[in-house]
């Protein structure tokens, strides 16, 4: 027995304009046409006068394929339409599963066609740019427990996300907990385009942030695509940049600033916390990027607005000395930073002084240092990375309303007392201070806390290493 054929056929999402070719074709040769009624509206003019066409109700999808075997097991070519692609939740694996389990000789040709999230971003601009992936919404047959995990993996891994099936008369909470999960993972001004009936009559495109975004404007005729961390708007559109521009050096920017700016761009993709303020993150960035470390997320402490705060003291010229516990620590502040502010780092370690003072007094020299350093500089920024002994004397001087700092970095490292300076630094409320707290630390952090509030100016634009 000679059997037919099946084409399986994406007519696009609505416009005949953005029917292929080749769906075209097969729709012409076909004597037989299934597809649920509503999408023979998108393809009147291509169906011969002569061509059968089946209809079907909502949710009659394995009729579809059962009748399309049928006409072709008669010898009749028949073509099954989708909407948009019918590989991309259509009906391309429902008619292949049915030939394997039939077991039948029809031959089946799937036909690809625009799909929904295509065509929605086109309208939208450029927003999958980069790498992307679709969610359906319909619990149907996924549970939603699998659903959410799925939209927690595309969150985090800071995938351009289409969703499909946003909502339905029951189901109506499902896309506002889809927004609380991508907050977890993106800053609330990521971009977010929704369009209704993309490629029809009734089209409409709107763009808002992730925060704004409101589920209730949404129905299951509208494709939802939220941008990735580089999403941005411009001129009404979303461009999520391939990297062509990005990647290529700025203008007046160096080798190994082109490098830190892009392990920045790499460290902010991967924040577990992507609301964090603009002054603890350009902290954070630069203490992730001097250990490699992402554990700095949970040890670092910051006080609102605290490199803000020392960032405009150290630039309006209010203070003009940084003091460090060690002579490691003031070795990695920038010395091109220091020069452009006209600020002096000074460490009394190796000040005579100190040595007479910590054998007199029986106290470490750190801490005869700090002790020299707070009658000469009590309104200093101190910068601690090495000695918790030093870190604690200036706390007691502090106590003793002997110094007045300006802020405190403290980021002693060790396992005596480490911990203890700390929780002694922390007492102090209203002293503007960064923290690295636990037993982690060291000079070389001490250092690029500092830095990062030298060049907070530099924070909004994300362009690290100006001094280097």
Same mark, same amino acid.
């Given at each position: 027995?000679?059997?037919?054929?099946?084409?399986?056929?994406?007519?696009?999402?609505?416009?005949?304009?953005?029917?292929?070719?080749?769906?075209?074709?097969?729709?012409?040769?076909?004597?037989?046409?299934?597809?649920?009624?509503?999408?023979?509206?998108?393809?009147?003019?291509?169906?011969?006068?002569?061509?059968?066409?089946?209809?079907?109700?909502?949710?009659?999808?394995?009729?579809?394929?059962?009748?399309?075997?049928?006409?072709?097991?008669?010898?009749?070519?028949?073509?099954?339409?989708?909407?948009?692609?019918?590989?991309?939740?259509?009906?391309?694996?429902?008619?292949?599963?049915?030939?394997?389990?039939?077991?039948?000789?029809?031959?089946?040709?799937?036909?690809?066609?625009?799909?929904?999230?295509?065509?929605?971003?086109?309208?939208?601009?450029?927003?999958?740019?980069?790498?992307?992936?679709?969610?359906?919404?319909?619990?149907?047959?996924?549970?939603?427990?699998?659903?959410?995990?799925?939209?927690?993996?595309?969150?985090?891994?800071?995938?351009?996300?289409?969703?499909?099936?946003?909502? =339905? @008369?029951? &189901?109506?909470?499902?896309?506002?907990?889809?927004? $609380?999960?991508? !907050?977890? *993972?993106?800053?609330?001004? #990521?971009?977010?385009?929704?369009?209704?009936?993309?490629?029809?009559?009734?089209?409409?495109?709107?763009?808002?942030?992730?925060?704004?975004?409101?589920?209730?404007?949404?129905?299951?005729?509208?494709?939802?695509?939220?941008?990735?961390?580089?999403?941005?708007?411009?001129?009404?559109?979303?461009?999520?940049?391939?990297?062509?521009?990005?990647?290529?050096?700025?203008?007046?920017?160096?080798?190994?600033?082109?490098?830190?700016?892009?392990?920045?761009?790499?460290?902010? =993709? @991967?924040? &577990?916390?992507?609301?964090?303020?603009?002054?603890? $993150?350009?902290? !954070?960035? *630069?203490?992730?990027?001097? #250990?490699?470390?992402?554990?700095?997320?949970?040890?670092?402490?910051?006080?609102?607005?605290?490199?803000?705060?020392?960032?405009?003291?150290?630039?309006?010229?209010?203070?003009?000395?940084?003091?460090?516990?060690?002579?490691?620590?003031?070795?990695?502040?920038?010395?091109?930073?220091?020069?452009?502010?006209?600020?002096?780092?000074?460490?009394?370690?190796?000040?005579?002084?100190?040595?007479?003072?910590?054998?007199?007094?029986?106290?470490?020299?750190?801490?005869?240092?700090?002790?020299?350093?707070?009658?000469?500089?009590?309104?200093?920024?101190?910068?601690?990375?090495?000695?918790?002994?030093?870190?604690?004397?200036?706390?007691?001087?502090?106590?003793?309303?002997?110094?007045?700092?300006?802020?405190?970095?403290?980021?002693?490292?060790?396992?005596?007392?480490?911990?203890?300076?700390?929780?002694?630094?922390?007492?102090?409320?209203?002293?503007?201070?960064?923290?690295?707290?636990?037993?982690?630390?060291?000079?070389?952090?001490?250092?690029?806390?500092?830095?990062?509030?030298?060049?907070?100016?530099?924070?909004?634009?994300?362009?690290?290493?100006?001094?280097?």
């Amino acid at each position: 027995m000679n059997h037919g054929k099946i084409f399986v056929a994406g007519i696009g999402p609505g416009s005949e304009e953005d029917i292929t070719p080749a769906v075209r074709t097969a729709i012409m040769q076909s004597d037989v046409v299934v597809g649920y009624k509503y999408y023979f509206n998108f393809i009147r003019s291509i169906v011969r006068p002569e061509t059968e066409c089946i209809d079907t109700g909502m949710k009659k999808e394995k009729d579809r394929a059962a009748l399309a075997f049928e006409y072709a097991e008669q010898g009749h070519t028949v073509c099954v339409v989708s909407s948009g692609d019918a590989g991309i939740y259509g009906m391309a694996p429902l008619v292949l599963e049915m030939k394997r389990e039939k077991g039948c000789d029809v031959e089946v040709e799937i036909l690809p066609g625009i799909s929904a999230f295509q065509k929605g971003a086109a309208l939208l601009g450029a927003p999958i740019g980069h790498d992307f992936c679709i969610i359906s919404l319909s619990d149907l047959m996924t549970p939603w427990e699998k659903i959410e995990r799925r939209i927690e993996a595309a969150a985090a891994a800071d995938f351009v996300t289409a969703v499909y099936n946003p909502k =339905s @008369e029951g &189901r109506y909470w499902q896309l506002y907990r889809l927004k $609380e999960l991508f !907050l977890k *993972h993106r800053q609330p001004e #990521t971009p977010i385009g929704y369009i209704r009936q993309a490629g029809r009559e009734e089209q409409q495109v709107n763009v808002t942030t992730l925060l704004d975004f409101n589920p209730e404007e949404i129905d299951m005729f509208t494709i939802v695509i939220i941008g990735n961390s580089q999403s941005y708007t411009w001129d009404d559109k979303i461009i999520t940049p391939r990297g062509y521009y990005r990647e290529q050096p700025s203008e007046n920017v160096g080798i190994g600033q082109e490098i830190m700016m892009r392990s920045f761009r790499t460290i902010e =993709s @991967e924040l &577990r916390d992507k609301n964090i303020p603009l002054g603890r $993150e350009w902290a !954070l960035l *630069h203490a992730i990027h001097t #250990t490699a470390d992402f554990d700095m997320e949970n040890i670092l402490y910051t006080d609102n607005n605290a490199v803000e705060t020392l960032h405009a003291a150290l630039h309006d010229g209010n203070v003009r000395t940084i003091i460090t516990d060690v002579t490691m620590a003031a070795s990695g502040i920038r010395k091109g930073a220091l020069e452009r502010l006209g600020i002096e780092v000074k460490c009394y370690l190796d000040d005579p002084r100190v040595a007479e003072m910590a054998s007199r007094l029986k106290i470490t020299r750190t801490q005869a240092g700090i002790r020299l350093a707070a009658e000469e500089h009590p309104e200093a920024l101190y910068v601690f990375g090495n000695a918790p002994t030093a870190l604690m004397e200036l706390c007691k001087l502090m106590r003793q309303n002997k110094v007045h700092p300006v802020g405190v970095v403290g980021a002693p490292v060790g396992f005596v007392n480490v911990r203890e300076s700390k929780y002694m630094l922390k007492s102090f409320t209203r002293l503007p201070k960064l923290v690295i707290e636990g037993r982690k630390g060291g000079s070389n952090l001490a250092a690029t806390l500092v830095n990062a509030i030298l060049c907070f100016d530099d924070a909004a634009r994300l362009r690290p290493g100006r001094d280097l």
